[in-house]
Each structure stands twice: as structure tokens, then as C-alpha cells.
């Protein structure tokens, strides 16, 4: 039987359990709102996430985050456009003031 007074040596492993619960909460969360919500919106943001550098989020301006491993697919100013219930989007780049041209299609789940 574990003593009370050597229960404090088990915090440290706590708090890494809870640290990774709640990121993996927090991604989950996300990529459900993603996945149901029809897009058409500007990036707004781009930043490094809580995995420090292996991936990258990218917010749009109706506050959807797009998390993808790929550092140069998205860029801020790129426009998205999806459908609900797909993990399927287009990105169109920025031409001229105002005009986007089609750049490609991808699937968030080709990034994992």
C-alpha cells in the first residue's frame, strides 16, 4: 500500500496525464467543429500550437481552427471554403485587391 506522505511523488505524473487529457480534449473539440461547419472565411491568424512547432493552427475569421503539420500550405490572407460534415477544403490565394484564384484541394486528414 502506497503511503499518504510518498503520494506527493505521483503529482508530477498527474499533472503531465492532465496536461496531455486536456490538449487532446481541446484538439478534439476543434477538429469536431471544423469537420460539421460549412467554411467560407479568410485566414486571420497563423501560430504555432501547444505541440511546439510539429504542427500549426490557423484561424480563420468565423473562428474555426485549422490545425495541419504543413507549415506553407495555408497562408494569412488565403481564403477556405468547405462544406459541412467534410474534412475536404479549398484554398484560394490572393491575386490581385479582392480576387482569389482556385490553389488547391486537400483533406485535414492527408496532413495526419
Keep these: 500500500m502506497i503511503k499518504v506522505k510518498n503520494l506527493w511523488r505521483l503529482y508530477p505524473i498527474f499533472i503531465i496525464l492532465g496536461i496531455i487529457i486536456f490538449f487532446q480534449i481541446k484538439w478534439n473539440l476543434e477538429y469536431k467543429k471544423f469537420h460539421q461547419t460549412a467554411i467560407n472565411s479568410l485566414i486571420i ?14 484561424l480563420t475569421k468565423n473562428n474555426i481552427v485549422i490545425t495541419l503539420i504543413s507549415n506553407n500550405l495555408l497562408k494569412v490572407g ?7 460534415n467534410t474534412d ?23 496532413d495526419y
Design 45 to 58: 491568424k497563423k501560430k504555432n500550437n501547444w505541440s511546439g512547432g510539429r504542427s500549426y493552427d490557423y
Design 78 to 84: 488565403d481564403f477556405i471554403s468547405k462544406e459541412s
Design 88 to 110: 475536404e477544403f479549398e484554398i484560394y490565394i490572393k491575386i490581385d485587391k479582392g480576387k482569389y484564384q482556385f490553389y488547391k484541394k486537400n483533406d485535414l486528414n492527408d
